[in-house]
């Protein structure tokens, strides 16, 4: 992997190379990430600074809180993780997910290293996230949502099974207002590289 140290101002690092899981897995763990363009040409980055939800930090709204006292939704995990990742992909800033990027996700799945947390209103998958999980380290990748705070249920049920496993670092990789209110921080791209280094060498399991 190259030194992620190394990246222009954008984040950009590297384009080309492949989508196999033990080069995925590699990036990773050297805090890169694969981002392709509209037109599918592949992309490897390591933003400075790097976004991340403190798994202490989340803001959980009233209008959530209330929510979930309603027990409104029902929470999964793993059960129809490829419903979640096409319904990422379908989202309108879902153009990321190329079919490359989606099968990749879905082999790294098959082999026990990407998760997904569901959100059911009834029978009906109303919103969901997925990410990849190495140690005590999770990487979200998208969610989605088709029934309002949907997504946000599902992102507190994610940050609770990761507080309750034993996860110590949450990357969302890149901020957005969005991500900002529910409590994302960024931090200094070496600071991040420290704690991902002791994250990953946790013997956490999803």
Same mark, same amino acid.
């Given at each position: ?37 509209? +037109? ?18 989340? !803001? ?46 879905? !082999?790294? !799945? ?28 999770? +990487? ?63 013997? +956490?399991?999803?």
């Amino acid at each position: 992997m190259p030194d992620p140290r190394d990246a222009i101002a954008s984040g950009l690092l590297a384009g080309g190379g492949d989508l196999e899981p033990g080069t995925i897995l590699a990036a990773y763990r050297s805090g890169i990430f694969p981002w392709p363009d509209a +037109a599918g040409t592949l992309f490897w980055w390591s933003p400075d600074p790097r976004a991340i939800l403190p798994l202490d930090g989340m !803001h959980v709204s009233r209008s959530l809180q209330r929510t979930q006292r309603r027990g409104r939704f029902r929470v999964t995990v793993n059960r129809a993780y490829a419903d979640v990742i096409a319904a990422c992909a379908d989202r309108s800033d879902g153009t990321w997910i190329t079919p490359a990027i989606h099968a990749a996700y879905t !082999h790294l !799945h098959a082999l026990g290293w990407a998760h997904s947390i569901e959100v059911w209103d009834g029978e009906v998958l109303a919103g969901g996230v997925y990410g990849l999980a190495i140690g005590g380290f999770f +990487a979200a990748e998208s969610m989605f949502h088709r029934v309002r705070d949907a997504s946000k249920t599902g992102l507190a049920a994610l940050v609770e099974r990761l507080r309750a496993h034993g996860f110590t670092l949450f990357d969302v990789q890149l901020q957005t207002p969005h991500l900002a209110s529910l409590g994302v921080v960024e931090i200094p791209r070496a600071e991040y590289l420290a704690h991902l280094a002791a994250a990953t060498a946790r013997p +956490a399991t999803f």
